[in-house]
């Protein structure tokens, strides 16, 4: 899911119904009505365990990779938050993967995918089309996570130019307490020396820039703390 600052809306990418099944809707949440709508905009196909992102100065988000009836995807694809339009981009992720992890970044003006099943802990930069120039368009790889993680939470700073990525499940299928921070200009991840508070994966994550904090909401795993709201400041 992503929030369109312009708007106060949040869109829903996807994800799996009250059946079990994989979905293709594209839902609109308005914080200022409280009404939840489906938009009638449809992913390509169904599908869940996505990540995705949003361009506050185009309005369109990006949403990467996903699993479905098919198996997984490497797409990218992009939504226009007010036209409703759905674009598959002509560029693919380099490795098809689910369960990733994406923060856009607002210096760069670009979004960075982390981890994933089936992904080896890779880290990709997106670079989103500007105007009609198709080599304006471009996707790289540009480092690696500790470990093949995946399902973790993510959130960049504005204050360290950084990413965080809080907890996950690990290339041994562990789920992690550990803190790690990723460096853009320098391609390096390092493992912070705080940790989550219980281990934890399948939660999600945001920066207050009012305050200079992260937020963690919930987890997987562990009922007895999949309520929980965790502060982290960096």
């Known amino acids: 899911s992503v929030w369109n600052p312009n708007t106060n809306k949040i869109y829903i990418f996807g994800g799996i119904d009250t059946v079990g099944g994989a979905t293709d809707q594209i839902l609109e949440y308005d914080l200022a ?7 009638m905009a449809h992913l390509p196909t169904k599908r869940s365990n996505t990540s995705a992102v949003l361009n506050p100065n185009t309005n369109k988000a990006y949403i ?34 689910y369960l990733s992890s994406a923060v856009w970044d607002a210096d760069t003006m670009t979004a960075f995918v982390l981890g994933g099943n089936a992904t080896d802990g ?6 989103p089309i500007s105007g009609t120039d ?28 950084n990413i965080y990525i809080f907890g996950g499940i690990d290339g041994s299928g562990i789920s992690t307490t550990k803190i790690d921070e990723y460096n853009p200009s320098t391609m390096g991840t390092t493992i912070r020396t705080e940790t989550l ?20 909401f919930g987890l997987y795993g562990n009922a007895s703390n999949d309520t929980e709201i965790i502060e982290y400041r960096i």
């Open 33 to 39: 009505t409280k009404m939840l709508t489906d938009t």
């Open 197 to 216: 508070p219980s281990v934890r994966f399948g939660a999600s994550a945001i920066w207050n820039q009012a305050v200079n904090k992260a937020y963690i």
């Open 64 to 97: 990467f990779g996903g699993s479905g009836v098919g198996g997984t995807f490497n797409q990218i694809v992009e939504y226009d938050t007010l036209s409703g339009t759905v674009t598959i981009r002509p560029l693919t992720l380099p490795l098809g993967g």
């Open 122 to 127: 890779a880290i990709f930069e997106y670079t």
């Open 134 to 161: 198709p080599t304006t368009e471009m996707i790289a790889s540009v480092g690696a996570l500790r470990s093949a993680v995946y399902n973790a939470a993510a959130v960049w700073s504005p204050v360290t130019k």
